[in-house]
C-alpha cells in the first residue's frame, strides 16, 4: 500500500528553522519525481519544490529559492524539506506527493511561523 507520511513541522519563530520529512511505505522514492506542496489557510495548494528519481535535479518556486532545500535518503526511503530563514508567509501545512496532482499526498505536517 502506498503511503506517505509527513512530520516535523512546527511553530517557529520569524528566521528560523525546520527540517520537515516525508516516509514513503509502498513504493521506492528513487523512482518518482517526488513534490513538496504546501496549503497556506484559505488559498490553494501551491507546489514549493521537486527533485527528480536520481536526485541530481531539484527545483523550487521564487518564493523559496535559496531559504529551502529537498533532498532525499533513499536508504531510509525518506525526503526531507529543510527550510531556513522562515517567514510568516511560509505558515502552511505541508504535504509531499509522488503524483503532479498530489493525490498521493500524505495527512501533511503544519509549520507555523510567527514570533
Known amino acids: 500500500q502506498v503511503q506517505l507520511v509527513e512530520s516535523g513541522g512546527g511553530l517557529v519563530q520569524p528566521g528560523g528553522s525546520l527540517r520537515l520529512s516525508c516516509a514513503a511505505s509502498g513504493f521506492a522514492l528513487s523512482a518518482y519525481w517526488m513534490y513538496w506542496v504546501r496549503q497556506a489557510p484559505g488559498k490553494g495548494l501551491e507546489r514549493v519544490s521537486t527533485i527528480d528519481p536520481l536526485g541530481g535535479v531539484r527545483h523550487y518556486s521564487d518564493s523559496v529559492e535559496g531559504r529551502f532545500t529537498i533532498s532525499r535518503d533513499d536508504a531510509k526511503n525518506t525526503m526531507y524539506l529543510q527550510m531556513n530563514n522562515l517567514k510568516s508567509e511560509d505558515t502552511a501545512v505541508y504535504y509531499c506527493?509522488?503524483?503532479?496532482?498530489?493525490?498521493?499526498r500524505g495527512q501533511g505536517t503544519p509549520v507555523t511561523v510567527s514570533s
Open positions: 506527493a509522488k503524483d503532479p496532482g498530489y493525490s498521493s
